[in-house]
């Protein structure tokens, strides 16, 4: 997949384009519908499969207090927009400068000039331009006159719930990790690199890995059983995010014990798969009942990861994406 990140890098290619235009945070299973659609038209019509978004998130710049916490970092949104086996990802600039371009305007001059927009697809709520006055109906009209097409793509729902970032976020927030699976189509994760702590899980004799991550949404503070990857290699874990009450910490901390593994992981990058969650934060009368409550916490995770399958990405456009156990996903 070519990215695209400035203006002055787009041309439109030979046989045109067929476009989307969104944030697509979280990459749920509502984008990931359009990427199939999108994919699909392009080879029915030809040219490139082509998906337009915006960094930062719009709201970041016109109402920073108002703009939502990222399901995805910019580059796990990469990686999963190119799992979909898109040919060109377009990330504008969102600049005050596009933010006051008019619906026709951003038609005109991007879409159409710059781009080589032959058929566009869209979400059913999609609005975007000047005062968000652009809108499906208006697109629908401007292809009427200007020669492309539009689709339209409605809700996926999961039963009678329908596939929506801000529905994850308020699910995570609530610690609910299994309920995201069905709503992003795989389990829920973050990326961090092991730093320093301050050595209290080794004093315990539970050694654990302190994570800093880009990643904006977290689950619900607590305690929960997840998947660990270094690398090729997976590992069961425990882990906690929260403020280590016990201890008395003001910021939160992310630490990962991982289950029967000795080694150094200082500098390493980690990618944690929530899979259940344990229970809230505690804080323990001593030393004695905190380590007891976390060899609890280790033996029931051992129980649920045993069974556990964890989920990377389901595609559904005819490729195979190996899962993080090793089984392919699909």
């Known amino acids: 997949m070519k990215i695209i990140t400035s ?9 045109g384009s067929v476009v989307t235009i969104g944030n697509f945070d979280g990459v749920h299973l509502g984008h990931r519908a359009i990427f199939r659609r999108l994919v699909a038209k392009t080879r029915e019509l030809g040219g490139l499969s082509t998906v337009v978004t915006f960094v930062p998130h719009p709201l970041k710049l016109l109402a920073p ?20 086996c898109v040919d060109v990802l377009v990330e ?52 009427q006159r200007q020669g492309f097409t539009v689709e339209v793509i409605g809700p996926v729902l999961r039963g009678e719930v329908v596939s929506s970032s801000t529905l994850i976020r308020r699910l995570l927030y609530a610690g609910d990790v299994i ?43 607590g305690v929960y059983a997840v998947r660990v990857k270094q690398g090729a290699t997976l590992f069961d874990g425990v882990m906690n995010i929260g403020f280590n009450p016990t201890f ?11 289950l029967d593994f000795s ?14 969650r344990l229970r809230d934060e505690q804080v323990f009368s001593s030393l004695e009942a905190l380590t007891a409550a976390i060899h609890a916490d280790i033996a029931r995770s051992r129980q649920i990861l045993a069974a556990a399958r964890i989920i990377e990405y389901q595609e559904y456009l005819g490729h195979q994406f190996p899962s993080a156990d090793g089984k392919q996903s699909g």
């Open 179 to 221: 309920g995201v699976v069905d709503l992003l189509g795989r389990h829920f994760n973050l990326e961090g690199r092991v730093v320093h702590g301050v050595g209290r899980g080794r004093q315990l004799g539970i050694p654990t890995a302190n994570l800093l991550t880009e990643k904006e949404v977290l689950p619900r503070p």
């Open 263 to 276: 080694g150094d992981l200082y500098g390493e990058i980690l990618r944690i798969y929530f899979v259940e």
């Open 7 to 15: 203006l002055a890098q787009i041309s439109p290619p030979p046989g």
């Open 92 to 143: 504008l600039p969102f600049t005050r400068v596009l933010a006051a371009m008019t619906p026709q305007a951003f038609v005109d001059e991007i879409l159409l000039a710059q781009i080589g927009m032959r058929h566009l697809i869209v979400g059913y709520d999609y609005t975007f331009g000047r005062h968000r006055a652009g809108n499906v109906a208006f697109l629908v009209d401007a292809g």
């Open 248 to 258: 008395g910490l003001e910021r939160i901390s992310l630490e990962v014990h991982l």
């Open 65 to 84: 207090d108002k703009a939502p916490r990222l399901l995805n970092t910019y580059a796990e949104k990469q990686r999963l927009i190119e799992a979909s």
